[in-house]
């Protein structure tokens, strides 16, 4: 026989809780301390556990739902024996019921004894930061760090965040001040009562002055103690929120409010958005509070010190006094970040290659929450934050941007790496057609295949054509490989080996052809070797390697050594090093046939020569045709980093020093 019992929400430490994720489904069985609904705050997100095991019957919240402490949370069925052992634990409860009103008492009381402490002439201002009540988790690992020794805090502002299996959650300031000394790290493990770091108080007059009223005994210091705790506790104000320095813009359009009257909000929460001709920025609040006015509304018109709206905060000493917030630590963020370039919240680069996702993002639950409701992949933005932290602009940020990227048709998008967007291929069944053969790819093409396609994809090719007429060069080659017989060199010069020094005296003259983009797209570096890459077909597939400081070399070893990696690249004997380090690479079918074509750069490279097969053709000399060998050349480049014209001097260059070698000794 079993026995339905409820299961209600415990205290959460505040009221309105989002659920937003369901852990199980009616009919599972649950274990004691099982999750079975997420929750997320402002701070913080945790799960709720299931008191005792059994078999859940009926959840009663849904996805979405604000639940409180005391909210019927589920519905469990448990076995008798179950609950006569539940009840036995009850009754055991209830014995040292006086013992725990004792200690929950004294618990009460050491807030106070901590703060009297902190407010001892010996403290000199400088309070002790502690973890507080984390319930039952111990340590806990911290995964970052929010400040840094000499940042100003305000109340309530992160110091740390913490991980347990549960929930992820920042460690408040207790009270603004500057931070002295910090005591943790990352990746330490910390508990309740754990030093964090040590805050200079901004407190220090409202010190010095109870320091005045010396107490003639311990008693009276502590009645001191509870009467302005429950005096500042008590004291509520409501201050006027007004726009800040927005530099030298006037008249600003409000484009959006983000608050309503009796909405409760966080310091630096933002209250509306206003739009410059130059900038977007939302005017944050200066303290947490409830809004209990508004005075704008979306178009009107504001400048610095238009009243915004009524904010109903809590007073004490941790508070500050004056209506508006201090400028000081507002302008100070702004003018560090000015002296930093600011990533972009968009995906980076093709070029800076694949993002890694850590699977660690440095975002409160606040945006965490906003980045699901938006199903944005945090991993992909960047936080411009301290620390790199994602804030909630920057998700704006991001959301707007890809909103504004084009799309293929809905549902027909697969999202690739490095930001590329493609429309799925089509799936055919072939074998209707006729018979079929289905054969693996090789082992060079399965590794050469996504790169060439990423290359393709990701460089904006253009191929600049040219004409070389080189029939004094081939001439000149067949007579030198007479001689090299003759005197049993055992080399053969073939024309490919002219055509890579041409190339590396194109690249002295036009250097931009020797550089490749900076990983993050921005700048370029720039090379002072000449390392050339061959492409080879080979009976596996295409490979390139590469000959080093060909610009140093005669013809004679470069033929050598064209030889050697050729033999090594057709027996599959070639190594990663043989394939690295390359400046430019050349393509040539000129053994095979053709007139031109359009060869891939090969990243990082960023221009490729595509050599065809020479023809016999009438050219005129001012006087009548005579027949010339010309070579078609086709240069492929990437437009991002070289200029038309440049590649059409360069590929002239190219071919005016095939046509008379002797320019290469100039």
């Given at each position: 026989?079993?026995?339905?019992?409820?299961?209600?929400?415990?205290?959460?430490?505040?009221?309105?809780?989002?659920?937003?994720?369901?852990?199980?489904?009616?009919?599972?069985?649950?274990?004691?301390?099982?999750?079975?609904?997420?929750?997320?705050?402002?701070?913080?997100?945790?799960?709720?556990?299931?008191?005792?095991?059994?078999?859940?019957?009926?959840?009663?919240?849904?996805?979405?739902?604000?639940?409180?402490?005391?909210?019927?949370?589920?519905?469990?069925?448990?076995?008798?024996?179950?609950?006569?052992?539940?009840?036995?634990?009850?009754?055991?409860?209830?014995?040292?019921?006086?013992?725990?009103?004792?200690?929950?008492?004294?618990?009460?009381?050491?807030?106070?004894?901590?703060?009297?402490?902190?407010?001892?002439?010996?403290?000199?201002?400088?309070?002790e930061v502690k973890v507080p009540d984390i319930g039952d988790a111990s340590d806990v690992e911290i995964?970052?760090?929010?400040?840094?020794?000499?940042?100003?805090?305000?109340?309530?502002?992160?110091?740390?965040?913490?991980?347990?299996?549960?929930?992820?959650?920042?460690?408040?300031?207790?009270?603004?001040?500057?931070?002295?000394?910090?005591?943790?790290?990352?990746?330490?493990?910390?508990?309740?009562?754990?030093?964090?770091?040590?805050?200079?108080?901004?407190?220090?007059?409202?010190?010095?002055?109870?320091?005045?009223?010396?107490?003639?005994?311990?008693?009276?210091?502590?009645?001191?103690?509870?009467?302005?705790?429950?005096?500042?506790?008590?004291?509520?104000?409501?201050?006027?929120?007004?726009?800040?320095?927005?530099?030298?813009?006037?008249?600003?359009?409000?484009?959006?409010?983000?608050?309503?009257?009796?909405?409760?909000?966080?310091?630096?929460?933002?209250?509306?958005?206003?739009?410059?001709?130059?900038?977007?920025?939302?005017?944050?609040?200066?303290?947490?509070?409830?809004?209990?006015?508004?005075?704008?509304?979306?178009?009107?018109?504001?400048?610095?010190?238009?009243?915004?709206?009524?904010?109903?905060?809590?007073?004490?000493?941790?508070?500050?006094?004056?209506?508006?917030?201090?400028?000081?630590?507002?302008?100070?963020?702004?003018?560090?970040?000015?002296?930093?370039?600011?990533?972009?919240?968009?995906?980076?680069?093709?070029?800076?290659?694949?993002?890694?996702?850590?699977?660690?993002?440095?975002?409160?639950?606040?945006?965490?929450?906003?980045?699901?409701?938006?199903?944005?992949?945090?991993?992909?933005?960047?936080?411009?934050?301290?620390?790199?932290?994602?804030?909630?602009?920057?998700?704006?940020?991001?959301?707007?941007?890809?909103?504004?990227?084009?799309?293929?048709?809905?549902?027909?998008?697969?999202?690739?790496?490095?930001?590329?967007?493609?429309?799925?291929?089509?799936?055919?069944?072939?074998?209707?057609?006729?018979?079929?053969?289905?054969?693996?790819?090789?082992?060079?093409?399965?590794?050469?295949?996504?790169?060439?396609?990423?290359?393709?994809?990701?460089?904006?090719?253009?191929?600049?054509?040219?004409?070389?007429d080189i029939t004094d060069l081939e001439a000149f080659r067949k007579d030198q490989n007479a001689v090299?017989?003759?005197?049993?060199?055992?080399?053969?010069?073939?024309?490919?080996?002219?055509?890579?020094?041409?190339?590396?005296?194109?690249?002295?003259?036009?250097?931009?052809?020797?550089?490749?983009?900076?990983?993050?797209?921005?700048?370029?570096?720039?090379?002072?070797?000449?390392?050339?890459?061959?492409?080879?077909?080979?009976?596996?597939?295409?490979?390139?390697?590469?000959?080093?400081?060909?610009?140093?070399?005669?013809?004679?070893?470069?033929?050598?050594?064209?030889?050697?990696?050729?033999?090594?690249?057709?027996?599959?004997?070639?190594?990663?090093?043989?394939?690295?380090?390359?400046?430019?690479?050349?393509?040539?079918?000129?053994?095979?046939?053709?007139?031109?074509?359009?060869?891939?750069?090969?990243?990082?490279?960023?221009?490729?020569?595509?050599?065809?097969?020479?023809?016999?053709?009438?050219?005129?000399?001012?006087?009548?045709?005579?027949?010339?060998?010309?070579?078609?050349?086709?240069?492929?480049?990437?437009?991002?980093?070289?200029?038309?014209?440049?590649?059409?001097?360069?590929?002239?260059?190219?071919?005016?020093?095939?046509?008379?070698?002797?320019?290469?000794?100039?």
């Amino acid at each position: 026989m079993a026995n339905i019992k409820e299961v209600r929400v415990p205290d959460l430490g505040e009221e309105g809780v989002e659920v937003i994720e369901l852990c199980v489904n009616a009919g599972d069985d649950v274990e004691q301390e099982g999750a079975l609904v997420t929750v997320e705050s402002d701070k913080a997100s945790m799960d709720i556990p299931a008191p005792f095991a059994g078999k859940l019957k009926e959840l009663c919240v849904k996805v979405g739902d604000k639940i409180s402490e005391g909210d019927l949370l589920a519905k469990i069925a448990v076995s008798e024996d179950a609950d006569e052992g539940a009840s036995d634990a009850d009754k055991a409860a209830e014995q040292p019921e006086n013992d725990t009103t004792e200690r929950t008492e004294q618990t009460e009381d050491k807030p106070a004894q901590e703060k009297a402490a902190a407010k001892s002439p010996s403290s000199g201002g400088t309070v002790e930061v502690k973890v507080p009540d984390i319930g039952d988790a111990s340590d806990v690992e911290i995964i970052e760090i929010l400040v840094a020794e000499g940042d100003s805090v305000a109340a309530e502002d992160g110091l740390i965040t913490l991980e347990t299996d549960k929930a992820t959650m920042d460690v408040p300031a207790p009270q603004a001040g500057k931070i002295k000394e910090l005591k943790v790290k990352v990746g330490d493990k910390v508990s309740e009562g754990s030093l964090i770091l040590m805050l200079e108080s901004e407190g220090d007059s409202d010190d010095a002055a109870e320091g005045e009223q010396s107490a003639p005994s311990q008693a009276e210091a502590s009645e001191t103690d509870s009467s302005d705790s429950s005096a500042s506790s008590g004291a509520e104000k409501e201050i006027e929120v007004t726009v800040p320095d927005i530099g030298d813009a006037s008249d600003v359009d409000i484009i959006e409010v983000l608050v309503a009257e009796g909405d409760t909000i966080n310091a630096e929460d933002g209250l509306i958005t206003l739009e410059t001709d130059k900038a977007t920025m939302d005017v944050p609040a200066p303290q947490a509070g409830t809004v209990t006015k508004l005075m704008v509304k979306q178009g009107d018109k504001v400048s610095q010190g238009s009243a915004i709206l009524m904010l109903k905060v809590a007073g004490g000493d941790t508070t500050p006094t004056t209506d508006k917030p201090q400028p000081t630590p507002d302008k100070a963020e702004p003018a560090q970040d000015a002296g930093r370039p600011k990533p972009p919240p968009v995906p980076h680069h093709p070029s800076a290659g694949e993002k890694p996702k850590t699977g660690k993002v440095h975002a409160s639950p606040s945006v965490r929450r906003l980045a699901r409701e938006f199903g944005v992949d945090l991993t992909q933005v960047s936080g411009n934050g301290p620390k790199n932290r994602i804030l909630k602009e920057d998700v704006q940020s991001y959301v707007k941007y890809e909103l504004s990227r084009p799309k293929a048709t809905a549902g027909a998008v697969a999202q690739g790496e490095g930001g590329l967007q493609v429309i799925a291929p089509p799936k055919v069944d072939f074998s209707k057609f006729g018979e079929v053969e289905e054969k693996p790819l090789t082992r060079i093409q399965k590794i050469s295949g996504p790169n060439l396609h990423r290359n393709w994809v990701t460089i904006p090719h253009v191929t600049q054509f040219e004409e070389a007429d080189i029939t004094d060069l081939e001439a000149f080659r067949k007579d030198q490989n007479a001689v090299a017989e003759k005197r049993k060199l055992g080399i053969k010069i073939t024309p490919l080996v002219f055509m890579m020094k041409a190339v590396a005296d194109a690249l002295k003259a036009y250097p931009v052809f020797n550089t490749s983009l900076s990983a993050d797209g921005e700048s370029l570096i720039q090379k002072k070797y000449y390392h050339i890459g061959i492409a080879v077909d080979t009976p596996g597939g295409l490979v390139v390697p590469v000959v080093r400081d060909v610009d140093q070399k005669g013809i004679h070893e470069l033929s050598k050594e064209l030889m050697e990696i050729s033999i090594k690249a057709r027996d599959g004997k070639l190594k990663a090093a043989d394939m690295q380090g390359s400046c430019f690479t050349i393509s040539s079918l000129g053994g095979i046939g053709g007139t031109a074509f359009t060869p891939i750069v090969n990243a990082p490279d960023v221009a490729i020569l595509g050599v065809s097969k020479s023809d016999m053709k009438p050219k005129w000399n001012g006087k009548e045709f005579e027949p010339r060998l010309m070579l078609p050349l086709s240069l492929s480049y990437d437009h991002r980093v070289i200029d038309g014209a440049v590649a059409a001097r360069f590929a002239v260059h190219l071919k005016q020093v095939l046509e008379d070698l002797r320019q290469i000794l100039l």
